[in-house]
């Protein structure tokens, strides 16, 4: 065997010590990238909930002002019919009656709507909470993954710890949503 035979032989056993000790690092940045791409897609079905919610409060709210504007109408002809002076008094009677039952019927559903358009602004709001957590999981996990892959590079184990600490952060952020009420 030669000097440079030798010399390579322990060079290749010292690499090999080198990277088994790596081997948990790079199982982390695995762990780290699963976990990333998970509330990546948590983070944007929640966000696709609150827009989905967002658009039936305002559809809500539209239908709200569509039977405002309608009870206002009536309300405005009811009023008419009291100052006008009609000929036949028990069809006019008839009329307002109609109206005044009207009425009472659009403040009924008023009320019903706006409770419905309030609640959805409710789970938009709710789905915004849960979404900014599910961001800042994201954006932790992402960062602990990055300074745990310098690991890699310095081979100081300083930076996987420091990866860890921001990636239990992130974990920390995501598994809190479940917290919400």
């Known amino acids: 065997m030669e ?6 032989l322990q060079e290749h056993a010292e690499h090999g010590a080198h990277e088994s000790s790596m081997r948990p690092v790079a199982f982390t940045m695995s762990v780290l990238a699963v976990l990333v791409a998970v509330t990546t897609v948590l983070g944007h079905r929640t966000h696709t909930e609150a827009v989905l919610n967002q658009n039936k409060a305002t559809d809500q709210w539209n ?20 100052v006008v002076t009609i000929a036949d008094k028990a069809a006019a009677d008839k009329i307002a009656k109609a109206y005044s039952d009207h ?6 559903d008023l009320k019903e709507e706006q409770e419905k358009a309030e609640g959805l602004e409710k789970k938009v709001e709710y789905a915004e909470v849960r979404a900014d957590r599910f961001d800042l999981a994201e954006a932790l996990l ?4 990055v300074i745990t892959s310098v690991t890699l590079l310095t081979r100081s184990r300083t930076y996987w710890y420091l990866g860890m600490v921001f ?3 992130g974990i920390l952020s995501a598994v809190s949503v479940l917290m919400l009420k």
């Open 63 to 82: 239908f709200y002002q569509a039977k405002k504007i309608r009870s206002n109408d009536t309300f405005l002809a009811a009023d008419l019919l009291s």
């Open 142 to 145: 992402e960062i602990g993954l």
């Open 103 to 108: 009425q009472s019927k659009w403040s009924d």
């Open 3 to 8: 000097a440079n035979e030798a010399q390579e």
């Open 167 to 169: 990636a239990f952060g």
